[in-house]
């Protein structure tokens, strides 16, 4: 089970309260792209094993939504961070590093 | 004008920790930029109360003010006066961006009373409810079972607790049967 700390409200709650939101950070194709990138918009996900950014939902507290950065394999959390960016900040991208030196980075 | 009655009408239970259905309630749903000046004094002017900080909740002579989230409060006023006071602050906000709802009728609003109110709640609830975690002037949104809901604490082994009314007679028949005597396991 995971132990998420919501950058919205500030309280670190267990995973029942959370709704999760799916991949992080996609970049959107509307109408006009391609098919390709309009397909894999919709359907290609990644599937990591260790270092992953997710969407979570404060579903049962605040309602709001935020980033998680966390490993698949041993459900460690990174950290949280706020909604309203695309990438995700550089000193949580440093740490994670720092505790995964073969992690590829941010892509 | 129809007769308003709460979701179980004032029942109660009959256990050590009494589970009381606190009838009707004045509830607005306020949503706008807690940070303005010109908020905090439709606030202050309708319930007499300043805006509580991130998960607590104040009181004032005409009710209470809970923050919800980041942008939202709960106001607890008198049931009767719940559209008055909707009017009066939007009035009061003007053309700053905002809304103010009266939900007294979509909620439900119970009353845990008792030894060990901390430990029915905590039998449903993820949270930390020792008396160092939570205390009198905390404001928690949670689950309770697999239901929403917020609750505070008024005084010493007194809790209030909202939910939507529409799941309140759910919401009762859980808290009884949780607080049944006997079941506590008496940690805190």
Redesign the interface.
Known sequence: MLTLKCP????T??E??FAPGGEAHLTRFGPGTDDQAFADYLFARKNPRGVHFERWRH??????WFHAARCTATLEVFGTYTAQTSTPPEELVAKIKAKRPDWEGFA | MSNAISILNGASSSDAVKITDSGLRGMITLRGDLDSAQLKSAVSAAVGSDIPAQRKITHGPMGGVAWMSPDELLLLVAYDQADAITAQISEALGAEHHMAVNVSDARAIFRIEGQGAREVLAKGAPIDLSPEAFGIGDFRRTRVGQLAAAFWMTQTDMFELICFRSVGEFMFDWLTNAARDGSLPEYF
Do not use: I
């Not at chain 1, 579903?59 to 709001?64: D, L, N, P, Q, V």
């Open positions: 919205c409200c500030g309280v709650a267990e029942t309260e579903a049962f507290g605040c309602g709001k």
